[in-house]
């Protein structure tokens, strides 16, 4: 009552044990014959998974709602009534024929660390919160809809989007028993919450090529989308000279070589991923390329002279640069970098700070409340396939280094 | 009788104005109503060109033929009858919506030497057979099916091969009332002609950009394709770091340049025309990259060359270069080199020598008899179109040329 809340005197332990098996059953669910897990946003492992979490939830003694866009929210209350919730999260949902770690992993080490502390007999100074996001990945046609959906964020077409299987992305929530047109009532009002940590699989290969457990992820990465046209001259490749010619791929070679040059020399990455040859016959000289480059970069500076470049080098080729999308990045709070690698030197954790070059809900709810997040190795960087793989002792690091920041921003905040 | 034959005495002299009106004439039959000619092979359209050459060549007094393959042939007796025909001949077919000087020009041309010799009430030594060859154009699926018929070239798969609309060729020559099993009877003996002539229009823009009336062409370009392929690694276009990719697309770039390069410094034409990027997604670094590639040139030396710095550029890249088809190139026999300039010098007509980029009858007829040809300007280089010009005055130079040619080889061979 009118006593003394207690405070966080025994640490509490994360049970490795408990993590890895919760990890191991929710891969169950989903299981893809073939190997891998699909657990597409809204399908029926998608739900199952969902109810799965919810009924973990409440043995831990949590408060659980699911909101309209089927986010699984779930509160374990703090000592002092006044304060916001510190949330942990991420989420269930797969691509088809996804891996098992990919969003599982931050989910199943969020519900690890309310274990803790209740296994502890631990009440923190905030209430903490643990949100399993609906529909992260782009299956339905809109990456992170669940965190959309919980800050207002959902661009006005989101539902009629093609979903993965060609159908909207609203038949699939309706097949979910959800009301589509009312995903919007899952909005939650800004700085609802004090802080958000997710716990990631990095997905690339740095972590794992530099034997570091623990990424402190510093940002998530701006993301600018180019279309690039190079018109040339088509014409007969057997009697045009080479003097005479004006081959659109001859002029676009070197700009393909010029992003890669530009993102290396910016420190940002920079990728042509598609490159269409009109007419594309073997005895025609192209008469016009059409390419789309991204730059990916969490200095949105670096990325501002990137695009000049690519910009100037296009015209210069004889070509047009036009953007076609811009995500800006978004910064982690520094508070909870700081935290982070404060639990992870605490706990003898070693740690490198890098930047997210994927999107994630921590992007999303980031525009709307403090957030970090933690990486942990993907074995060879892969990622969203059956092979994707976090050693086990990993998995367990990750979980402890999100239990030390929470307990550490628990004290800070 | 025993009588010495009459001999060129009074120079016949070509009626310009009657070539052209032929050629006016010519192009009304498959005049297609939005501009161009359409006289695709054994079309009722090209039926109908061939029935009129064959009624010009009878008006000439020549002996008329129409082999198998619907090649036209027309014979105008010559003084010395142990001699064999000095030959002259192009194609009336045209890719659909073509243009009306490509082929046409040059079986009009041939008509107009004929005219100019029975005008004079001259006969050569040699006798002079025009053919209208058949199906020169690759709307059938083999180019130059009716000289390849003639001289015993034919592939085996050439008649089931779609044509233009699907359909195999043989159903299109049947449809043209011939019988399509018999086209291996349309071959005639090797060497049974003393040398074929042939004048056509450029199809590139080398005479016209020079200003220059005649090109004497030394040969007809070899062809080799190849098929290059780049085995990069699939990645997340934003997880994967610069340093750890292996971009397909990256990778095969330069090889796009090296085309060029090596084309340019061994004096021949280098072409990617197909590229493609596997799995082209914006947001996947390139995993493979597939690209066709083609050189072209008179000196098989040459193209040795450029084949081999092609295949070491392509592993240097990590690539792979394989041949894919090799057509060699065709010399133009010397003699008729000679023959074909001495009479441009004598009429006062500039030319140059230059190599044919495009495949013609004559590369098909070369190997069974010495060739050469003659070509006139392209206006702009545009071929296969119906903007498709060479100016009146350049079409009668290329008729004048192709008779002093004649000429001058009766007394030479």
New interface residues.
């Given amino acids: 009552m009118g006593a003394e809340p207690p405070r966080t005197v025994a640490r509490p332990e994360l049970d490795g044990a408990r993590l890895l098996s919760d990890l191991d059953h929710l891969a169950t669910i989903g299981a893809d014959p073939a190997g891998g897990v699909s657990r597409v946003a809204y399908s029926a492992a998608d739900i199952e998974a969902r109810g799965w979490v919810r009924e973990t939830m409440l043995g831990l003694g949590m408060e659980v709602r699911r909101d309209e866009a089927a986010n699984v929210i779930g509160r374990y209350p703090g000592a002092e009534p006044a304060r916001k919730p510190i949330t942990l999260g991420s989420h269930t949902d797969t691509v088809p024929n996804g891996g098992r770690y990919d969003g599982a992993l931050g989910v199943v080490a969020a519900l690890a660390c309310v274990r803790a502390l209740r296994d502890a007999a631990v009440h923190l100074r905030h209430p903490v919160e643990v949100i399993d996001f609906a529909a992260e990945e782009a299956t339905l046609g809109t990456p992170t809809l669940g965190s959309l959906a919980m800050t207002g964020g959902l661009a006005r077409d989101a539902l009629t989007r093609p979903a993965w299987d060609g159908r909207p992305a609203a038949a699939h929530i309706r097949d979910a028993g959800l009301d589509a047109r009312g995903l919007n009532r899952a909005v939650r009002p800004r700085r609802v919450l004090a802080a958000y940590l997710e716990l990631h699989i990095?997905?690339?290969?740095?972590l794992d090529?530099a034997g570091i457990p623990i990424g402190v992820v510093e940002g998530i990465?701006g993301?600018r989308?180019f279309a690039v046209a190079f018109a040339g001259q088509a014409?007969?490749?057997?009697?045009?000279?080479?003097a005479?010619r004006r081959?659109a791929?001859?002029m676009a070679?070197?700009f393909?070589?010029g992003v890669?040059d530009a993102?290396?020399e910016a420190g940002v990455?920079?990728?042509?991923?598609?490159?269409r040859?009109l007419p594309?016959?073997?005895?025609?000289?192209?008469g016009r390329v059409e390419l789309?480059a991204?730059i990916?970069g969490l200095d949105e500076a670096a990325l501002d002279g990137v695009e000049a470049r690519l910009g100037e080098l296009a015209s210069g080729l004889g070509g047009e640069l036009q953007r076609a999308t811009a995500k800006a990045s978004v910064r982690s709070d520094p508070e909870l970098v700081a935290a982070i690698e404060a639990a992870c030197d605490s706990l003898g954790l070693a740690s490198r700070r890098m930047a997210?070059?994927?999107?994630h809900d921590a992007m999303v709810v980031g525009r709307y409340v403090p957030q970090a997040m933690i990486f942990v190795p993907s074995t060879g960087?892969v990622?969203?396939a059956p092979e994707e793989h976090t050693p086990p002792e990993r998995c367990v690091d990750g979980g402890r280094a999100l239990l030390g920041a929470l307990l550490e921003l628990d004290g800070r905040l």
């Fill in positions: 990095e997905q690339g290969g740095v090529a990465v993301i989308r014409n007969h490749a057997g009697t045009t000279a080479m005479d081959d791929l001859v070679a070197p393909v070589l890669r993102a290396v990455v920079g990728t042509v991923g598609v490159l040859v594309g016959v073997p005895s025609i000289v192209p789309e991204e990916r997210s070059g994927a999107g960087g990622s969203h």
